[in-house]
């Protein structure tokens, strides 16, 4: 069975906290960062105990915020994979070893986040009971198995309300033709599908926008994610104006054992990250 390994703040922070939520974002800096924020933002406004759970790949730096617990997940990308720095490639390899219960040899996956997540629930011994679980969009390995888990899970999408319309919408302009992009690739097609899924199967989405930036765009969203069950739609935005989470530059909470070689700081071939 995976086991977590916390390291870093929490409960021990800032006096006693009711209640604790799981943080994990995708690992790349335009989805870390804005995850971070709301992680601020709900550990300094809300004062809630907060977990980051984060990748081996572009891993996180938990000396930088010292307030905030961290576990680190193997998230099994191959090494290939991982140097060719396509990230559609990346997210889908990401998400499958996620899902695999046993690795290449026939053991018990480290990569399993079912059995990571029960292991930080389990693991919670004098903090304070586990919430809800915030997710980035691409993940909806971690989302199935927080399902399974009955742990509550909202998404955090990092763009706007109109850009969630559009990949909400996706698949329905495919099946009918109306939007044929030139150069099909299937790998972004279906890390656009899974964006959709992963929303439409949580209990909420918040976005990082506000009311009176797209008024029309939200109440949309609020219709057409009604009608999927979908409880909660938030407009936090903009998340750096509730923290006062310092995200820093590009490296700065990459680990610095990873900052030089991370595909992060490279420039990336194919698609940029959605």
């Known amino acids: 069975m995976a086991s977590a390994s916390v390291v870093g703040g929490g ?4 006096g006693e906290r009711r209640r604790r939520v799981l943080v994990f974002p995708l690992p790349f800096q335009g989805h870390t960062n804005p995850m971070l924020q709301l992680a601020g933002a709900l550990h300094g406004r809300g004062g809630l105990c907060v977990t980051v759970l984060h990748t081996r790949f572009n891993a996180l730096d938990p000396s930088r915020h010292p307030e905030l617990a961290f576990v680190e997940v193997a998230d099994g990308i191959p090494p290939d994979v991982a140097a060719r720095g396509r990230v559609a490639e990346i997210i889908l390899a990401m998400n499958a070893a996620m899902e695999a219960t ?7 996956s480290p990569s399993n986040i079912r059995e990571v ?28 198995a927080a399902a399974g888990l009955g742990i509550p899970t909202l998404v955090l999408r990092t763009g706007s309300a109109a850009c969630l319309r559009c990949y909400l919408a996706y698949d329905m302009l495919l099946q009918k ?44 969203v609020h219709g057409e994610l009604g009608d999927d ?43 940029c990250c959605t």
């Open 102 to 108: 046993e690795d290449e040899s026939g053991a018990a």
């Open 11 to 14: 409960a021990r922070h800032g």
């Open 229 to 271: 069950s979908v409880a909660t739609v938030l407009a936090t935005g903009p998340l750096h104006r509730l923290s006062s989470m310092n995200t820093g530059s590009n490296t700065f909470n990459v680990r610095q054992d990873q900052s030089s070689s991370s595909v992060w700081t490279r420039r990336r071939q194919g698609p």
């Open 117 to 144: 997540l029960a292991s930080v629930v389990a693991a919670g011994e004098g903090q304070p009971s586990v919430a809800c679980l915030v997710i980035d969009s691409h993940l909806l390995a971690v989302q199935k």
């Open 177 to 220: 033709a109306i939007c044929l992009p030139k150069h099909r690739d299937e790998l972004v097609f279906e890390v656009l599908a899974r964006i959709a899924e992963t929303v439409r199967n949580s209990n909420g989405v918040v976005i990082n926008t506000f009311e009176e930036l797209e008024p029309m765009e939200l109440e949309r």
